[in-house]
């Protein structure tokens, strides 16, 4: 069973919506399980598929991270090696080879990585659908949640990452350009908030967790505030849905609590994959 190591938290720090989530999620007894850490947007992709498919798991806890009491929360952007992960966790290994999460156990069948589970998890539970009916839409699905884990998020992490205001500021702009040009392929706001209108779907879900941290993440820490122009009126409006769709608003964890744990990611000094990718482009630059 797993539950919410509270090492060093702050008072301020109050147990929300998603903290009760987990804590409901990892008392269950289903032999879906579902192993994710609680800040990754990544895992927050798959909790939200699983939260509007309506399907019932086990939430099953990993820090991939090594804990530093001497911190809010023990949290430190600093990873565990494979072997370390296998000793601690040997069946979320042997669930998610790579050492990654999010890592989805549906009773034996083992699957890795957040677009191909929620896939998966659609044509396995075919209710509460997240991809489309035409093989055309489905096609556009995984073209633009492609896009927002390869074209959107990662501008955005080398802002966020970057120690030159100048590289922030260039970074920040390219970030700007992707969400606008993803703005363009949203229905008209007419015929509803979502990506697809009134139909609520993979992009939308795909997206839905870095926007959080656009805003929670990137605005404490670099001060990000949107433009004010006719595509992020559009994305304005489609955050406001979201965020109030129970399936997402049952994942938002303290915020406080989120923009701590990012310290690391802030100042440059995380060492996880993510961070050493974004660490690599940085210097590319």
């Known amino acids: 069973m797993?539950?919410?190591?509270?090492?060093?938290?702050?008072?301020?720090?109050?147990?929300?919506?998603?903290?009760?989530?987990?804590?409901?999620?990892?008392?269950?007894?289903?032999?879906?399980?579902?192993?994710?850490?609680?800040?990754?947007?990544?895992?927050?992709?798959?909790?939200?598929a699983l939260e509007e498919k309506l399907i019932d798991y086990r939430w099953v806890e990993i820090n991939p991270y090594e804990i530093d009491p001497t911190q809010p929360g023990g949290y430190t952007k600093k990873a565990l090696s494979i072997d370390e992960k296998?000793?601690?966790?040997?069946?979320?290994?042997?669930t998610s080879p790579t050492g990654l999460v999010p890592g989805l156990d549906n009773k034996g069948e083992s699957i890795w990585d957040s677009l191909i589970i929620m896939e998966y998890l659609d044509e396995t539970y075919p209710e509460h659908p997240l991809l489309p009916n035409t093989p055309l839409q489905r096609a556009h699905q995984r073209y633009w949640s492609n896009f927002v884990t390869e074209k959107i998020q990662k501008p955005y992490y080398r802002a966020l990452m970057s120690q030159s205001e100048d590289e922030q500021a260039e970074n920040l702009e390219h970030f700007f350009a992707t969400c606008r040009e993803f703005a363009k392929q949203f229905a008209p706001v007419e015929d509803?908030?979502?990506?697809?209108?009134?139909e609520f779907s993979?992009?939308?879900?795909?997206?839905?967790?870095?926007?959080?941290?656009?805003?929670?993440?990137?605005?404490?820490?670099?001060?990000?505030?949107?433009?004010?122009?006719?595509?992020?009126?559009?994305?304005?409006?489609?955050?406001?849905?979201?965020?109030?769709?129970?399936?997402?608003?049952?994942?938002?964890?303290?915020?406080?609590?989120?923009?701590?744990?990012?310290?690391?990611?802030?100042?440059?000094?995380?060492?996880?994959?993510?961070?050493?990718?974004?660490?690599?482009?940085?210097?590319?630059?």
């Open 2 to 48: 797993s539950r919410i190591e509270k090492i060093n938290w702050p008072e301020s720090w109050v147990e929300c919506a998603g903290e009760r989530t987990i804590q409901r999620r990892s008392e269950s007894s289903s032999d879906v399980l579902f192993y994710g850490s609680w800040f990754c947007p990544f895992v927050q992709r798959v909790w939200i």
């Open 192 to 198: 509803g908030p979502f990506f697809l209108g009134q």
């Open 202 to 285: 993979m992009v939308d879900v795909a997206l839905a967790p870095f926007w959080q941290r656009f805003l929670w993440i990137g605005g404490f820490y670099r001060g990000l505030q949107f433009p004010q122009d006719e595509d992020f009126d559009r994305l304005n409006v489609w955050w406001d849905a979201v965020s109030n769709r129970p399936s997402v608003s049952a994942t938002f964890v303290c915020e406080e609590r989120l923009i701590s744990s990012y310290k690391s990611y802030a100042d440059n000094t995380g060492t996880s994959n993510y961070a050493k990718m974004i660490q690599e482009q940085l210097k590319k630059n």
């Open 86 to 94: 296998r000793e601690h966790y040997p069946r979320f290994i042997e």
